[in-house]
């Protein structure tokens, strides 16, 4: 126990560990994963969280600073350093799936420690037989449970880890895994500019019956801009990302936001590489501790367009 508390106790030590890591993980696994066969499921762990991450074209690798950060990045959990923080989340997605999402983060030590919850769900699907006929109904969801922990280690140096139980039910059968997430965040100096990276989703595979298949290993690198805009009595900021997921190509995010005297803020964002999804647009009030969020993102092929609320309180 004492050497625990002693370890805590350092954060360069953490930094070292955790950046040791993040080096084993891109030398040894990374490579070796992306170049393992199989489709890779568990395809909610890619879908984004949070109204004002989406509303910047999900570009949020180099920004990530609230409870979000379970998601885009975990280093991004060394900016709550400052008392306890939670957001939760409702996404409205195309047809009848929706989306839950639900964290908290709490200072311990010299860094601060999170957790979250998210749901993708459904209604009822029906069940048909090789003729079409109507057999039946049966259920569809998935959880993800994530606990991480993040920290300066160095001036204007952050690194987080977190792990991940996730679950998929189909039905009658479920599958279920451990993954693991590591990130670093840099602020250079006072430019304004932060830069961000993360690998995530490295674990084991999951297993319906029969048939295995592995996660969604994914790598993110991005870099953000923020400066003041005293002529418009507010700050903007800037953000770019790109992102190469196991079994797709890479794919390239961009965003920007206007906060007006930080209470008001509008956003929008752009993604190359996909087929059904190229532009969102956001907008967030803040009051006192409280800001809230909203983001649109139309999506092609007549999928409709996705709805995401999110509410975010300092306590």
Known sequence: MR?????IAHPRRI??????????????????AFASTGEAGFAFLKIG???????????????ADDPTALHWNPAGLAAGHEGIHVTAMHNEWIEDFRQEYAA??????????????????????????????????FGYNDIAATFGYGATVATGLDAGLSGRYIRELIADESASTFALDVGGKYKVRETGLSLGAAVQNVGGKGKFIAE????????????????????LQGTGLLTTEYRKARGEDGKFHVGGEYAYHDWLAFRAGAKFG???QDVSFGLGIARGNIRFDYALLPIGSNLGSSHLFSITAKL
């Open 104 to 137: 908290a983060t709490l200072p311990i030590g010299p860094g601060t420690f999170g957790a979250s919850f998210t749901g993708f769900y459904t209604s009822e699907l029906e069940r048909r037989d090789d003729v079409g006929n109507l057999t039946g109904h």
């Open 212 to 231: 295995s298949f592995p996660l969604p290993l994914t790598i993110r690198a991005g870099a953000a801009f923020k400066r003041p805009l005293a002529k």
């Open 3 to 7: 050497r625990v508390l002693c370890t």
């Open 15 to 32: 930094g070292a560990a955790l950046a040791a890591l993040l080096l084993a993980l891109a030398t040894f696994g990374v490579g070796r």
């Open 49 to 63: 969280v949070g109204a004002r991450a989406m509303g910047m074209g999900s570009a949020y690798v180099a920004i």
């Open 274 to 276: 996909y087929d059904d």
